[in-house]
């Protein structure tokens, strides 16, 4: 394992491709999305969540963000759920230095069984974000909405629920026209464990509406420990 | 499975990993600002990506051994013809010439790229935005307004930008509105003065583009405000300016003054009527048959008081009711009570003199202090003038500009109205309307834009034959013509 991570490292080394202009806008990277958390299921309705994720981008060699992130879900039958969820991070911007920011979203998810072994699911996210939320004057805080669909097919085999997922993003800033701005692919699988759930998987980021538009892909994993009240 | 799985997710990562592209044509960022390409004297070089253009506007001035502060960007190295240049210090480029093509290189990384620099004493406007600028509503943009003065520190603003105009929205070079906002939430509108202008919060980009000599607007205002006298000769003020929309030149334009409350001074008894096109109504021939009461009656349109808040007619219904359907007699002995009467002299006279066809309908507005005062009429878009119509055809010289109110104050000879207009016109054809001055004015703002060579930047961008030579050949022989022809009907 250590001599591919060694192969990795070398073969970064040689491919990456920087042509330097005036302004240098990357557009192919690689990060990896790390994180471990919580679920503590109140009761049959109930369930609240916490997650620390760390993000990294640059060959996902750099720090990109830092996120804690707490949510409660509310189950209102099998196939419905709502949960809203707060986020705080630190995050890196285009200038490299580093920002507070807040985030708030609301979804709502839907599930269905297509057949013995697909499921469907669809989650619609609104969430709005406070950029910089600590600067001194409030015109240096920026507001940044976002409406984003997924949808998700899953597999459930054994421990493991295999999945394929699309999401749409689109963009409300005060300073341009809402836009699409972002399509995510997703692959992954989800496994369950006797202390929780591992989740791993690959997504393809593609900016939309963007001359140089970034395509980024992102190696994901998280464990989550799961709790039962009483 | 998962040795699979392990090799696919390697292989992935190794298509993936990172690749930059080095970008010129940038899009700005959440504070509509663009990254530095080249800034000297903390003023930024505009950038015309198609034809990968620099231009910085510079007074004469300060052309000779120009020493400015150099800024780019600390990945780069830019070196203009011989000089490599340093970052962050004063370099010496010599004595620079305008309006000629310096070589730049900007060398980054294994890249390097050749643009050309043009000095130019030409201000520039970069409008900076994400959205497209359309017919309204007005879009969030930045505007940056470089001055040639060298110690004249750029101006810097929020604005919403809209196009403006009817009939001239189907050219491709739009005219455009500007709102000045104090932040980038829209809700704020703020006041700024450009140049030595008064301070306002709306501005113009006049496209003058069917304007074969682009100063016809320009030098009619500045005879308009130039007139001596009695009378009130409210008209804006207007430079020509070079103008960017991000890293896209759009030409020559003419940045205007606008009339607003702020600009007229305007209190809440003021008010001011625009025509909306040139009609019956606007031209006193018929009444409107149904009374004003919104913000437009017929083809006249209030502008202030803001219709929004109050809808404000009366004393203008009444002038509106003694032109159009008075008697001789109510006519002759009222009209002075209503319009200033050295006010409708000047603007008949100066109107004929400049052959504004368009400007006795539409493209003018009637102003009033108080209920007190008198109307006056204030001149706009004078692009269809000096033997010219507003879409650039040739124009006769010998006819005489008129409509039902000029011609009843002729037939009826209000307070010694003939008299008085013959008078006036003996006076400024002494000076004002000399032909000398009137070829005075349109001379300099011809040399005005032959030394920003405007034509070969508007002919190359924009596809069309400027020739303004001919047009000034043109133009002076119309006005000559014209002083006689109206020489003769004011029995000079």
Redesign the interface.
């Known amino acids: 394992m250590k001599l591919?991570f060694n192969i990795?490292g070398i073969?970064?080394l040689f491919?990456?491709?920087?042509?330097?202009?005036?302004?240098?806008?990357?557009?192919?990277?690689?990060g990896l999305w790390a994180g471990v958390g919580g679920n503590f299921k109140l009761n049959k309705k109930w369930k609240t969540s916490f997650n620390q994720e760390i993000r990294t981008f640059?060959?996902a060699i750099k720090i990109k963000k830092s996120i804690t992130e707490l949510g409660l879900t509310h189950k209102f039958d099998k196939q419905l759920k709502l949960s809203l969820g707060v986020r705080y991070s630190y995050a890196r911007k285009?200038d490299y230095t580093f920002v507070n920011n807040i985030r708030y979203n609301i979804d709502i998810k839907y599930w269905c069984k297509l057949s013995k072994h697909l499921n469907l699911l669809y989650r619609f996210r609104y969430q709005h974000s406070y950029?910089n939320l600590f600067a001194n004057t409030t015109?240096d805080i920026?507001n940044r909405s976002s409406m984003r669909n997924r949808i998700k097919l899953q597999y459930p085999i054994n421990k493991h629920a295999i999945y394929i997922s699309a999401e749409l993003f689109r963009e409300y800033?005060?300073?341009?026209?809402p836009s699409f701005n972002k399509v995510r692919l997703n692959i992954g699988d989800k496994l369950k464990t006797n202390l929780g759930d591992v989740k791993y998987g690959?997504a393809f980021e593609r900016e939309l509406n963007?001359?140089?538009p970034l395509?980024?892909?992102i190696?994901k994993i998280n464990y989550s420990f799961n709790f039962k009240h009483g | 499975m998962a040795k699979y799985i392990s090799f696919l997710v390697f292989l992935v990562f190794l298509m993936a990993c990172q690749k930059t592209e080095g970008i010129y044509d940038n899009i700005a960022n959440e504070n509509l600002e663009l990254p530095l390409l080249l800034r000297l004297n903390r003023k930024n070089c505009v950038f015309d990506s198609h034809n990968r253009i620099l231009k910085y506007s510079i007074d004469e001035n300060s052309i000779n051994n120009f020493s400015p502060y150099v800024e780019f960007q600390r990945h780069s190295n830019i070196t203009l013809e011989s000089i490599k240049l340093t970052n962050g210090t004063v370099n010496n480029f010599g004595n620079i010439e305008l309006n000629k093509a310096y070589r730049v290189i900007i060398n980054t990384g294994n890249r390097t790229d050749e643009f050309t620099l043009f000095f130019t004493k030409i201000p520039t406007i970069q409008i900076v935005t994400a959205n497209p600028i359309i017919n309204g509503p007005k879009t969030l943009s930045r505007m940056i307004l470089n001055y040639p003065e060298i110690r004249r520190i750029s101006e810097n603003n929020w604005t919403g930008i809209e196009q403006r105009g009817s009939s001239s929205l189907r050219y491709d070079k739009k005219s455009f509105g500007i709102k000045i906002y104090s932040d980038k939430s829209k809700d704020s509108p703020s006041s700024q003065s450009y140049f030595d202008f008064k301070q306002n919060q709306k501005w113009i980009l006049d496209a003058m583009f069917v304007d074969q000599s682009r100063l016809r607007n320009k030098s009619s205002f500045e005879l308009w405000k130039s007139m001596s006298g009695p009378a009130n000769h409210i008209g804006i003020d207007s430079r020509f300016v070079e103008v960017y929309i991000n890293h896209q030149t759009l030409g020559v334009y003419s940045f205007s003054e606008n009339y607003t409350k702020e600009f007229l001074d305007a209190n809440d008894q003021c008010v001011l009527y625009a025509g909306t096109d040139n009609s019956s109504q606007t031209e006193f021939e018929t009444l409107i048959e149904k009374d004003p009461n919104s913000r437009f009656w017929g083809d006249w349109e209030q502008k202030l008081p803001n219709p929004s808040q109050e809808i404000v007619w009366d004393d203008f219904e009444a002038l509106n009711t003694l032109i159009v359907n008075s008697s001789n007699s109510e006519f002759k002995n009222t009209i002075a009570h209503h319009i200033d009467l050295n006010n409708v002299i000047d603007y008949f006279l100066f109107i004929n003199l400049i052959g504004g066809r368009d400007n006795v309908g539409k493209n003018w507005f009637f102003f009033k202090r108080d209920h007190l005062s008198k109307f006056n009429i204030i001149p706009w878009d004078m692009d269809g003038t000096w033997g010219r119509s507003p879409f650039a055809e040739k124009t006769s010289y010998s006819v005489l500009i008129t409509n039902n109110l000029f011609k009843r104050l002729l037939e009826t000879d209000p307070a010694n109205y003939k008299l008085r207009l013959k008078e006036r016109w003996k006076e400024l054809r002494l000076a004002e309307f000399s032909e000398s001055n009137l070829n005075g004015i349109i001379a300099s703002n011809f040399a005005e834009l032959d030394s920003y060579k405007v034509e070969g930047l508007e002919n190359n961008l924009w596809k069309v034959n400027l020739n303004l030579k001919n047009e000034q050949f043109y133009m002076a022989t119309w006005v000559s013509n014209r002083l006689e022809f109206l020489d003769e009907r004011f029995e000079y």
Do not use: A, G, H, M
């Open positions: 591919v990795i073969v970064f491919i990456s491709n920087s042509t330097w202009c005036q302004e240098i806008k990357t557009t192919n990277d690689i640059n060959n285009r950029i015109p920026e800033v005060i300073y341009k026209k690959l963007n001359s140089y395509n980024y892909i190696l």
